[in-house]
């Protein structure tokens, strides 16, 4: 075999290898823009809708009558609320400045997992609602995009959310701050950096930065606003 039928072969195949390789970081590609959104937003969907089911089984449950002859039952200090359970939802946030329609489930930790179905709350923060920093983590890109256009966050956007009983508006209290992951003090129940300087009701929303990558974080505080009950209707900060 002559050396230029050898180098011919070796570009062939290198050519062949490239347009291989060449494929499959198309398909890969695909993948990430469109496979991962696909699912995010059918899991999205589905936590959702088994939220709004479960809370209108609650809803319409009947309380237990009390025994007869017993009298008026005896006051007592209400029930401590069940923790969140990993993995699990129990809440919904609208953020109108993210789109009219835009809406996500929030469940409990921030596992890789449990990213890929909607947001993540901190486990070790604040509940919602409570005093402290309720924290919630969830991606620029893939897997739905919840956060890309986290950037155009302003000061006095409302971030509503809602637990089956009762809705919770907190405010933008900055432009997303950027740091680094291993700041965690951004999550703190008085996050440093923050426009707070005392305990009180906050929200703190993560995600990474740059767009397509990760090795920063975008930061966004809030203080609780208003609460009012689920059966009052929606608040005045969601679009009608």
Known sequence: MSV?????LVVRSFSELCITVGALIVLFVVYLLFWTGIKADHAASDQINQLHHQWTQGATAAPAPSPSGQGAPKKSAPPAPPAYKDGKAFAVMYIPRL??????PVLQ?????TLQKGLGHYAGT???GATGNFA???HRRTYGDPF?????????????????TTWFTY?????????????????GPVPVKSPYRSPGR??????????????HRLIAWGHLDSTQPVKQGKPAALPR
């Open 136 to 138: 919630v983590a969830g």
């Open 171 to 187: 405010r933008i209290d900055n432009k997303p701050y950027l740091t680094v992951p291993s700041d965690i003090g951004v999550i």
């Open 4 to 8: 230029s039928v050898s180098v011919r």
């Open 148 to 164: 890309k256009d986290f950037p155009e966050l302003r000061p006095g956007d409302a971030v509503v959310i809602e637990d089956g």
């Open 202 to 215: 906050y929200l703190t929303l993560t995600t990474c930065d740059p767009e397509w990558g990760s090795s």
């Open 109 to 113: 930790d921030t596992k890789v997992k």
């Open 126 to 128: 604040a509940r919602l």
């Open 99 to 104: 789109g009219k329609h835009w809406s996500r």
